[in-house]
């Protein structure tokens, strides 16, 4: 028992010593974070008020009255123009890599 409380009062305060510069850190960016945001409370609340009007806006693909088979419909037609522009654009970038180095070390050589 004696033991016990020995190892307690020898450890007792440890965790707050081995914490105390991050604990301190965190407190700091946390009391910068809560300045900046009172002080541009009035514009963080506007771009979030304004986020949520163009949000509503969009033409999300889950419309629950519809049955999954075309509830999903337009996801996954979005979803393959994606796929099929990057698949594209890649080519392009790529075409004109090859073609913009080739030059570049014709142009060395001579």
Do not use: N
């Amino acid at each position: 028992m004696e033991e016990a409380t020995q190892f307690v009062k020898e450890t007792q305060g440890s965790w707050l010593q081995e914490h105390f510069v991050s604990i301190l850190s965190w407190s700091i960016v946390l009391a910068i974070l809560l300045v900046i945001f009172f002080k541009k409370r009035e514009q963080i609340l506007r771009y979030v008020r304004e986020t949520l009007v163009e949000l509503s806006k969009c033409s999300w693909p889950w419309d629950t009255s519809l049955p999954p088979s075309k509830r999903y419909q337009e996801l996954i037609y979005s979803t393959l123009v994606v796929l099929i522009g990057m698949i594209l654009l890649g080519a392009y970038t790529s075409i004109f890599d090859y073609l913009f180095g080739s030059g570049i070390r014709w142009l060395m050589s001579l």
